[in-house]
Protein backbone atom coordinates (compact mmCIF):
# COMPACT_ATOMS: atom_id res chain seq x y z
CA UNK A 1 0.00 0.00 0.00
CA UNK A 2 1.51 3.16 -0.80
CA UNK A 3 0.93 6.18 1.37
CA UNK A 4 1.06 10.17 -0.08
CA UNK A 5 3.77 12.72 0.97
CA UNK A 6 2.51 15.05 3.46
CA UNK A 7 4.01 18.31 2.96
CA UNK A 8 4.57 21.58 0.24
CA UNK A 9 5.61 21.29 -3.09
CA UNK A 10 9.17 22.06 -4.20
CA UNK A 11 7.54 25.11 -5.87
CA UNK A 12 6.19 26.31 -2.71
CA UNK A 13 8.95 25.45 -0.56
CA UNK A 14 11.51 27.39 -3.08
CA UNK A 15 8.92 29.97 -2.78
CA UNK A 16 9.03 30.38 1.05
CA UNK A 17 13.09 30.09 1.11
CA UNK A 18 13.07 33.11 -1.35
CA UNK A 19 10.54 35.38 0.92
CA UNK A 20 12.04 34.31 4.29
CA UNK A 21 15.53 35.95 2.84
CA UNK A 22 13.86 38.54 1.46
CA UNK A 23 12.46 39.79 5.01
CA UNK A 24 15.76 39.13 6.12
CA UNK A 25 17.27 41.62 4.24
CA UNK A 26 14.92 44.17 4.52
CA UNK A 27 15.09 43.73 8.27
CA UNK A 28 19.17 43.92 8.01
CA UNK A 29 18.74 46.80 5.74
CA UNK A 30 16.28 48.81 8.41
CA UNK A 31 18.57 47.75 11.12
CA UNK A 32 21.47 50.08 12.31
CA UNK A 33 25.42 49.95 11.79
CA UNK A 34 25.65 48.41 15.19
CA UNK A 35 23.67 45.86 15.16
CA UNK A 36 24.04 44.88 11.66
CA UNK A 37 27.61 44.43 12.58
CA UNK A 38 26.85 42.03 15.31
CA UNK A 39 24.44 39.94 12.93
CA UNK A 40 27.34 39.72 10.69
CA UNK A 41 29.94 38.52 13.16
CA UNK A 42 27.49 36.24 13.82
CA UNK A 43 26.90 34.79 10.52
CA UNK A 44 30.43 34.92 10.13
CA UNK A 45 31.39 32.94 12.81
CA UNK A 46 28.54 30.07 13.00
CA UNK A 47 26.93 29.53 9.72
CA UNK A 48 29.64 30.99 6.59
CA UNK A 49 32.57 29.57 8.77
CA UNK A 50 32.94 26.91 7.17
CA UNK A 51 33.04 28.72 3.50
CA UNK A 52 35.47 31.21 4.74
CA UNK A 53 37.87 28.92 6.35
CA UNK A 54 37.33 27.64 2.40
CA UNK A 55 38.16 30.73 0.55
CA UNK A 56 40.60 31.53 2.78
CA UNK A 57 42.58 27.77 2.19
CA UNK A 58 42.74 28.25 -1.44
CA UNK A 59 43.43 32.18 -1.75
CA UNK A 60 46.57 31.47 0.51
CA UNK A 61 47.48 28.47 -1.77
CA UNK A 62 47.17 30.66 -4.70
CA UNK A 63 49.23 33.23 -3.26
CA UNK A 64 52.45 30.16 -2.30
CA UNK A 65 51.55 28.88 -5.70
CA UNK A 66 52.48 32.67 -7.08
CA UNK A 67 55.26 33.34 -5.13
CA UNK A 68 57.06 29.57 -6.24
CA UNK A 69 56.44 30.24 -9.86
CA UNK A 70 58.33 34.00 -9.25
CA UNK A 71 61.11 31.93 -7.27
CA UNK A 72 61.70 29.80 -9.88
CA UNK A 73 62.54 32.44 -12.55
CA UNK A 74 64.38 33.86 -10.63
CA UNK A 75 66.63 31.30 -9.80
CA UNK A 76 67.06 30.26 -12.77
CA UNK A 77 68.32 34.49 -13.97
CA UNK A 78 70.47 33.94 -10.75
CA UNK A 79 71.39 30.57 -12.77
CA UNK A 80 72.41 31.84 -15.51
CA UNK A 81 74.34 35.12 -14.33
CA UNK A 82 76.06 32.74 -12.05
CA UNK A 83 77.41 30.81 -14.57
CA UNK A 84 79.24 33.83 -16.44
CA UNK A 85 79.93 35.74 -13.18
CA UNK A 86 83.17 33.92 -12.72
CA UNK A 87 84.71 34.37 -16.22
CA UNK A 88 83.70 37.66 -15.78
CA UNK A 89 85.49 38.19 -12.36
CA UNK A 90 88.74 36.56 -13.42
CA UNK A 91 88.77 38.66 -16.98
CA UNK A 92 88.11 41.70 -14.93
CA UNK A 93 91.28 40.70 -12.84
CA UNK A 94 93.36 40.16 -15.87
CA UNK A 95 92.52 43.86 -17.30
CA UNK A 96 93.46 45.05 -14.13
CA UNK A 97 96.96 43.44 -13.57
CA UNK A 98 97.64 44.19 -17.24
CA UNK A 99 97.14 47.89 -17.16
CA UNK A 100 98.26 48.48 -13.10
CA UNK A 101 95.20 49.44 -11.59
CA UNK A 102 94.50 48.87 -8.25
CA UNK A 103 92.12 46.06 -7.33
CA UNK A 104 88.10 47.20 -7.18
CA UNK A 105 86.58 47.57 -3.31
CA UNK A 106 85.82 44.96 -1.65
CA UNK A 107 82.33 43.82 -0.95
CA UNK A 108 79.70 41.28 -1.34
CA UNK A 109 76.21 41.18 -1.80
CA UNK A 110 73.83 38.81 -0.13
CA UNK A 111 70.46 37.71 -0.38
CA UNK A 112 67.50 38.80 2.27
CA UNK A 113 63.81 38.83 2.25
CA UNK A 114 61.84 41.70 2.22
CA UNK A 115 58.74 42.89 4.11
CA UNK A 116 57.10 46.16 3.42
CA UNK A 117 55.97 48.17 6.19
CA UNK A 118 52.09 48.64 7.36
CA UNK A 119 51.58 52.41 6.49
CA UNK A 120 48.98 54.32 8.62
CA UNK A 121 48.09 56.48 5.97
CA UNK A 122 48.66 56.12 2.46
CA UNK A 123 51.99 53.96 1.51
CA UNK A 124 54.82 53.26 3.77
CA UNK A 125 58.18 54.06 2.65
CA UNK A 126 59.55 51.65 5.22
CA UNK A 127 59.99 48.06 5.17
CA UNK A 128 62.05 44.85 7.30
CA UNK A 129 64.54 42.70 5.66
CA UNK A 130 65.11 39.21 7.45
CA UNK A 131 68.27 36.91 5.76
CA UNK A 132 70.13 33.83 6.80
CA UNK A 133 73.32 34.83 4.93
CA UNK A 134 74.76 36.38 7.28
CA UNK A 135 74.23 36.25 10.96
CA UNK A 136 74.19 40.07 11.80
CA UNK A 137 75.48 43.51 9.66
CA UNK A 138 76.04 46.83 10.50
CA UNK A 139 74.21 49.53 9.23
CA UNK A 140 73.62 51.69 7.29
CA UNK A 141 72.85 49.04 4.66
CA UNK A 142 72.20 49.29 0.96
CA UNK A 143 69.16 46.70 -0.20
CA UNK A 144 68.66 46.68 -4.09
CA UNK A 145 67.61 44.06 -6.49
CA UNK A 146 69.59 42.78 -9.74
CA UNK A 147 67.35 45.80 -11.29
CA UNK A 148 68.88 48.41 -9.42
CA UNK A 149 69.21 51.12 -5.99
CA UNK A 150 65.85 50.23 -3.61
CA UNK A 151 66.83 51.53 -0.45
CA UNK A 152 68.71 51.59 2.83
CA UNK A 153 68.79 49.47 6.06
CA UNK A 154 68.56 52.18 9.05
CA UNK A 155 68.50 49.51 11.17
CA UNK A 156 68.71 46.36 12.75
CA UNK A 157 69.27 43.40 15.52
CA UNK A 158 71.40 40.65 14.53
CA UNK A 159 70.00 39.31 10.68
CA UNK A 160 66.47 41.42 10.91
CA UNK A 161 66.58 45.37 10.06
CA UNK A 162 64.19 47.90 9.24
CA UNK A 163 64.87 50.38 6.67
CA UNK A 164 63.58 52.86 4.11
CA UNK A 165 62.65 52.78 0.55
CA UNK A 166 63.84 55.56 -2.08
CA UNK A 167 60.74 57.14 -1.35
CA UNK A 168 61.17 57.99 2.27
CA UNK A 169 61.94 61.87 2.96
CA UNK A 170 65.52 61.18 4.15
CA UNK A 171 66.02 59.30 1.28
CA UNK A 172 70.19 60.34 -0.56
CA UNK A 173 72.68 58.59 -2.37
CA UNK A 174 75.37 59.79 -4.27
CA UNK A 175 75.11 59.28 -8.01
CA UNK A 176 76.78 59.71 -11.34
CA UNK A 177 75.91 59.66 -15.54
CA UNK A 178 76.95 56.29 -16.56
CA UNK A 179 79.61 58.10 -18.92
CA UNK A 180 80.81 59.84 -15.61
CA UNK A 181 80.37 63.60 -17.42
CA UNK A 182 77.86 64.35 -14.02
CA UNK A 183 77.62 64.12 -10.47
CA UNK A 184 75.00 64.64 -7.94
CA UNK A 185 72.82 63.93 -4.66
CA UNK A 186 68.93 62.00 -5.60
CA UNK A 187 66.51 62.44 -3.04
CA UNK A 188 62.45 61.64 -3.60
CA UNK A 189 60.30 63.88 -5.42
CA UNK A 190 56.72 64.06 -6.23
CA UNK A 191 55.50 65.81 -8.94
CA UNK A 192 52.31 67.96 -9.40
CA UNK A 193 50.15 64.43 -10.78
CA UNK A 194 51.37 62.87 -7.43
CA UNK A 195 54.05 60.33 -9.48
CA UNK A 196 56.92 59.07 -7.51
CA UNK A 197 60.13 60.35 -9.19
CA UNK A 198 63.89 60.89 -8.18
CA UNK A 199 65.53 64.12 -8.54
CA UNK A 200 69.07 64.79 -9.31
CA UNK A 201 70.62 67.60 -7.43
CA UNK A 202 74.33 69.60 -7.23
CA UNK A 203 74.65 69.03 -11.36
CA UNK A 204 77.21 71.67 -12.20
CA UNK A 205 75.56 73.93 -13.95
CA UNK A 206 77.53 73.88 -17.12
CA UNK A 207 77.11 70.32 -17.87
CA UNK A 208 74.03 68.96 -19.68
CA UNK A 209 72.69 65.96 -19.23
CA UNK A 210 70.68 64.65 -21.62
CA UNK A 211 67.46 62.96 -21.43
CA UNK A 212 67.90 59.30 -21.19
CA UNK A 213 70.78 59.12 -19.90
CA UNK A 214 71.68 56.13 -17.15
CA UNK A 215 72.22 57.20 -13.77
CA UNK A 216 74.15 55.07 -11.27
CA UNK A 217 75.91 54.62 -7.37
CA UNK A 218 79.15 56.28 -7.37
CA UNK A 219 80.04 55.29 -4.33
CA UNK A 220 81.00 58.16 -2.28
CA UNK A 221 80.11 57.52 1.48
CA UNK A 222 80.86 53.61 1.49
CA UNK A 223 77.04 52.90 1.55
CA UNK A 224 76.06 51.97 -1.98
CA UNK A 225 78.84 50.26 -4.24
CA UNK A 226 79.68 52.10 -7.55
CA UNK A 227 77.34 51.65 -10.25
CA UNK A 228 74.30 50.17 -8.88
CA UNK A 229 71.73 51.55 -11.59
CA UNK A 230 69.49 54.51 -10.10
CA UNK A 231 67.38 55.20 -13.12
CA UNK A 232 67.38 57.19 -16.38
CA UNK A 233 67.06 61.09 -16.77
CA UNK A 234 63.90 62.17 -17.70
CA UNK A 235 64.28 65.71 -18.32
CA UNK A 236 65.78 69.30 -16.52
CA UNK A 237 63.95 70.62 -13.15
CA UNK A 238 62.49 73.66 -13.99
CA UNK A 239 63.84 75.23 -10.63
CA UNK A 240 67.64 75.94 -10.89
CA UNK A 241 70.05 77.03 -7.48
CA UNK A 242 72.85 79.68 -7.92
CA UNK A 243 75.98 77.61 -10.30
CA UNK A 244 73.81 74.08 -10.19
CA UNK A 245 70.42 72.52 -11.70
CA UNK A 246 68.74 69.49 -11.32
CA UNK A 247 67.11 66.49 -13.39
CA UNK A 248 64.46 64.16 -13.02
CA UNK A 249 65.09 60.73 -12.90
CA UNK A 250 62.75 58.03 -13.43
CA UNK A 251 63.85 54.83 -10.77
CA UNK A 252 65.01 51.79 -11.84
CA UNK A 253 63.13 50.15 -9.10
CA UNK A 254 59.92 50.87 -7.40
CA UNK A 255 58.66 49.78 -4.22
CA UNK A 256 56.56 46.37 -3.52
CA UNK A 257 57.65 44.88 -7.11
CA UNK A 258 60.60 42.67 -5.15
CA UNK A 259 60.19 40.04 -2.26
CA UNK A 260 63.72 38.78 -2.54
CA UNK A 261 66.43 41.08 -2.67
CA UNK A 262 69.78 42.05 -2.30
CA UNK A 263 71.88 43.21 0.42
CA UNK A 264 75.63 44.86 0.01
CA UNK A 265 78.24 44.11 2.65
CA UNK A 266 81.35 46.91 2.17
CA UNK A 267 84.91 45.65 3.15
CA UNK A 268 83.26 41.83 3.07
CA UNK A 269 84.82 39.06 0.58
CA UNK A 270 83.93 35.88 -0.85
CA UNK A 271 86.46 32.82 -0.25
CA UNK A 272 86.88 32.28 -4.49
CA UNK A 273 89.76 34.08 -5.28
CA UNK A 274 90.40 33.85 -9.33
CA UNK A 275 93.95 34.04 -11.04
CA UNK A 276 95.23 36.97 -11.83
CA UNK A 277 98.22 36.24 -13.62
CA UNK A 278 97.62 38.02 -16.83
CA UNK A 279 98.93 34.82 -18.99
CA UNK A 280 101.10 34.95 -22.62
Known amino acids: MHYATVGRPKGQRDLVVALTCAVCAVVLAGLGPGPTLTVTRLLRTTVLRPFLATHELYR ?26 DDLEVENRRL ?27 ESSRFIVNTQSVEEFDTPLAIATPAGLLGVVRSAIGSTG ?34 QLL ?7 RTDVPAGASV ?22 EAQLGWTHSFLV ?21 DFVPETDPGP
Do not use: C, K, N
Not at 258 to 265: A, I, K, M, N, P
Open 162 to 195: TGDYWTHPDFRAAVVTADGAATGIVRPFVTSDGE
Open 250 to 270: EPAVRPGQESVVLGWLPGAST
Open 96 to 122: RAMLDLPARGSGIYFVAELLPGRPHGG
Open 216 to 237: VTSGVGGVYPRGLPVGRVLAEH
Open 60 to 85: TRAGLVSRVEHLSRERDLLAVRAQTS
Open 199 to 205: LMEGVPF
